[in-house]
């Protein structure tokens, strides 16, 4: 697969992340923007970034090529939502409705707070966005030790974003956040804090994408559980981050504040900048592969 598409230079990687274990209390701010409530929302099949947005009175999300886009229309669609009944109906002709597989998005963040806690190993799955379909839904990544997971991912340098690694290379994937359990530590002496660790903002800034944890040093798997997020350019990272923005569902579907957690990561990822390269050669993972092709 590599070899057809051998005019791309592919970077395998990986990150590092490491659960803090330490005492440092961080603030609790919220610094994402807030989702829009009306108007037709359009990514690039290209980056899955936010192009722009109009002025429909329904909040509909929708996938189209930039070329086309810029081709229908010309301004700076980011501050000035598009008006021009014309233009809109173009748009929409041109594209087509992003969804959510949210059963099993949520079938896999239960899955890995059991798994986490099963096993003592933070396990990891993807938030992906299908550049070919319109789908945003999860996948699972290897699990790593009680205090670190690693999200593997190529870089594409052309567009630079990330394709998630789920056996091999995911083209038609981007990624747009990464979930990792917070076990108990094995080390009787080290006990796991119910926050993002500092690796965690570092691992959201490299990759511009929210990275999300959910508690697994305590109560019996199948419970519900909390989540915490932290966005990328925090305003003062590691420190900027979010605690308890939502809960598992269990095993009796009882979460009572669950949350759509793909399009959040994508509108998230959406409004964020492209990879940050210095970063990600900064924080590579020593320990493994790390694979070029030409
Ligand atoms: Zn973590």
Same mark, same amino acid.
């Given at each position: 697969m590599l070899r057809q598409h051998s005019w791309y230079a592919w970077v395998k990687t990986t990150l590092l992340l490491i659960t803090f274990s330490g005492c440092v209390t961080p603030s609790s701010s919220r610094i994402d923007p807030p989702e829009p409530h009306h108007g037709a929302q359009y990514y690039s099949s290209l980056t899955a970034k *936010? *192009?722009?947005s109009d002025t429909s009175k329904t909040l509909d999300y929708r996938l189209i090529d930039p070329v086309i886009f810029k081709g229908i229309v010309q301004e700076n669609t980011l501050t000035h939502p598009i008006a021009d009944p014309a233009k809109i109906q173009r748009l929409k002709a041109n594209s087509v409705g992003i969804t %959510?597989?949210?059963?099993t998005i949520q079938i896999d963040l239960q899955w890995v707070r059991d798994r986490s806690i099963a096993d003592s190993v933070e396990y990891q799955i993807y938030l992906y966005f299908d550049t070919t379909t319109g789908l945003i839904s999860s996948a699972h990544g290897e699990p790593g030790t009680d205090s670190t997971t690693s999200p593997e991912y190529y870089y594409q340098s052309t567009t630079r974003v990330a394709h998630p690694f789920v056996d091999s290379v995911r083209l038609n994937w981007i990624l747009i956040g990464q979930v990792h359990g917070h076990p108990a530590r094995k080390d009787p002496g080290q006990t796991t804090a119910h926050h993002m660790s500092p690796a965690d903002s570092i691992t959201a800034h490299c990759l511009q994408i929210p %990275?999300?944890? !959910?508690d697994a040093m305590d109560k019996q798997s199948g419970s519900s559980e909390k989540m915490h997020r932290i966005v990328p350019n925090a305003a003062? #990272? #590691?420190a900027d981050d979010t605690t308890h923005i939502g809960s598992t569902r269990g095993k009796n579907f009882v979460a009572k504040d669950s949350i759509d957690i793909g399009r959040q990561a *994508?509108? !998230?990822?959406?409004?964020s900048r492209l990879l940050d390269t210095a970063c990600l050669n900064k924080n590579r993972h020593k320990g493994r592969d790390v694979w070029f092709t030409h």
């Amino acid at each position: 697969m590599l070899r057809q598409h051998s005019w791309y230079a592919w970077v395998k990687t990986t990150l590092l992340l490491i659960t803090f274990s330490g005492c440092v209390t961080p603030s609790s701010s919220r610094i994402d923007p807030p989702e829009p409530h009306h108007g037709a929302q359009y990514y690039s099949s290209l980056t899955a970034k *936010l *192009l722009g947005s109009d002025t429909s009175k329904t909040l509909d999300y929708r996938l189209i090529d930039p070329v086309i886009f810029k081709g229908i229309v010309q301004e700076n669609t980011l501050t000035h939502p598009i008006a021009d009944p014309a233009k809109i109906q173009r748009l929409k002709a041109n594209s087509v409705g992003i969804t %959510v597989d949210d059963q099993t998005i949520q079938i896999d963040l239960q899955w890995v707070r059991d798994r986490s806690i099963a096993d003592s190993v933070e396990y990891q799955i993807y938030l992906y966005f299908d550049t070919t379909t319109g789908l945003i839904s999860s996948a699972h990544g290897e699990p790593g030790t009680d205090s670190t997971t690693s999200p593997e991912y190529y870089y594409q340098s052309t567009t630079r974003v990330a394709h998630p690694f789920v056996d091999s290379v995911r083209l038609n994937w981007i990624l747009i956040g990464q979930v990792h359990g917070h076990p108990a530590r094995k080390d009787p002496g080290q006990t796991t804090a119910h926050h993002m660790s500092p690796a965690d903002s570092i691992t959201a800034h490299c990759l511009q994408i929210p %990275v999300y944890a !959910i508690d697994a040093m305590d109560k019996q798997s199948g419970s519900s559980e909390k989540m915490h997020r932290i966005v990328p350019n925090a305003a003062s #990272p #590691p420190a900027d981050d979010t605690t308890h923005i939502g809960s598992t569902r269990g095993k009796n579907f009882v979460a009572k504040d669950s949350i759509d957690i793909g399009r959040q990561a *994508l509108w !998230i990822w959406g409004k964020s900048r492209l990879l940050d390269t210095a970063c990600l050669n900064k924080n590579r993972h020593k320990g493994r592969d790390v694979w070029f092709t030409h």
